[in-house]
């Protein structure tokens, strides 16, 4: 896979390629977006065992990947477009931002020091990624993950609606809330650098969307929804993927974590 940075009049665009339906690439993202679930509901019951005191936990992981993505891929086309698809998107835009530790170019304001976790639930109303980036200086990273695979242009408008919240500081109490379950995880250094409402100063926008290769639209035209953002034009990263067959390559995705599921059961 790899990435390519360019500039454009609204924002920065980063071009993926290399998303296809080779079995060794379905097979990788199957294993991530698998392990993604697991470590979801490892969150979970750590939370339980603080609240309640439970300290065992039934897992049957092929049944916990089939509550999120389905039996079989014969579930409704309202299921697929609503909710499988989005879920999967989302879990591949992470994927994407995990790979910038090593391919620069996804995230060239500065590197990625952690991220939140995937929603289980696609309809869970929060930001679907916020990410913690620096070095001398700390910044957040919010993104929004849309899968229309015939509208991209409908995708993108959403995406950067949604991301409009964090400039009118509506996003304020999710996003330091999300810094204090970093703040365990990071150095005395970075702690310190965590004054007030730094993200203010320092942000990056992510609008990541998927559709299908055949509805593809110009995604390097001037934008008013990216255009009117906060952020320069540098920090508003627009990551679009047009996926040949989208439909097809979700199904085939779909499969591969089943079966990766069912050996670990």
Same mark, same amino acid.
Not at 15 to 26: E, F, P, V, W
Not at 97 to 110: G, R, T, V, Y
């Given at each position: 896979?790899?990435?390519? /940075? @360019?500039?454009?009049?609204?924002?920065?665009? =980063? !071009? &993926?390629?290399?998303?296809?339906?080779?079995?060794? +690439?379905l097979e990788a993202i199957a294993v991530y977006l698998v392990a993604a679930i697991a470590q979801c509901l490892d969150?979970?019951?750590?939370?339980?065992?603080?609240?309640?005191?439970?300290?065992?936990?039934?897992?049957?992981?092929?049944?916990?990947?089939?509550?999120?993505?389905?039996?079989?891929?014969?579930?409704?086309?309202?299921?697929?477009?609503?909710?499988?698809?989005?879920?999967?998107?989302?879990? /591949? @835009?992470?994927?994407?931002?995990?790979?910038? =530790? !090593? &391919?620069?170019?996804?995230?060239?304001?500065?590197? +990625?020091?952690?991220?939140?976790?995937?929603?289980?639930?696609?309809?869970?109303?929060?930001?679907?990624?916020?990410?913690?980036?620096?070095?001398?200086?700390?910044?957040?990273?919010?993104?929004?993950?849309?899968?229309?695979?015939?509208?991209?242009?409908?995708?993108?408008t959403d995406a950067a609606s949604r991301l409009s919240e964090v400039d009118s500081h509506s996003r304020d109490a999710?996003?330091?809330?999300?810094? @204090?379950?970093?703040?365990?995880?990071?150095?005395?250094?970075?702690?310190?650098?965590?004054?007030?409402?730094?993200?203010?100063?320092?942000?990056?926008?992510?609008?990541?969307?998927?559709?299908?290769?055949?509805?593809?639209?110009?995604?390097?035209?001037?934008?008013?929804?990216?255009?009117?953002?906060?952020?320069?034009?540098?920090?508003?990263?627009?990551?679009?993927?047009?996926?040949?067959?989208?439909?097809?390559?979700?199904?085939?995705?779909?499969?591969?974590?089943?079966?990766?599921?069912?050996?670990?059961?």
């Amino acid at each position: 896979m790899t990435a390519q /940075l @360019s500039t454009h009049e609204s924002h920065s665009l =980063i !071009s &993926i390629s290399g998303l296809d339906h080779r079995k060794d +690439i379905l097979e990788a993202i199957a294993v991530y977006l698998v392990a993604a679930i697991a470590q979801c509901l490892d969150s979970n019951f750590q939370i339980r065992n603080a609240l309640f005191g439970e300290t065992s936990f039934n897992r049957d992981i092929h049944n916990d990947v089939t509550k999120v993505i389905g039996v079989d891929n014969t579930i409704s086309s309202d299921i697929k477009r609503d909710e499988r698809n989005p879920w999967l998107w989302e879990g /591949l @835009s992470h994927l994407l931002i995990n790979l910038s =530790i !090593s &391919i620069n170019e996804i995230h060239p304001p500065q590197p +990625i020091i952690m991220k939140t976790s995937i929603h289980l639930d696609v309809k869970d109303h929060g930001l679907d990624l916020i990410a913690l980036y620096g070095d001398d200086e700390l910044g957040i990273s919010t993104g929004e993950c849309k899968a229309y695979l015939e509208s991209p242009g409908r995708a993108i408008t959403d995406a950067a609606s949604r991301l409009s919240e964090v400039d009118s500081h509506s996003r304020d109490a999710e996003i330091r809330a999300t810094i @204090s379950q970093f703040r365990p995880s990071l150095s005395a250094t970075d702690k310190a650098k965590l004054s007030g409402t730094f993200w203010h100063d320092e942000k990056t926008y992510l609008p990541m969307v998927c559709c299908d290769q055949g509805n593809a639209t110009s995604f390097t035209r001037n934008r008013k929804s990216l255009r009117v953002l906060g952020p320069p034009i540098d920090k508003k990263l627009l990551i679009p993927v047009s996926i040949k067959d989208a439909k097809l390559f979700f199904d085939l995705l779909s499969d591969e974590m089943r079966l990766y599921a069912l050996k670990k059961v």
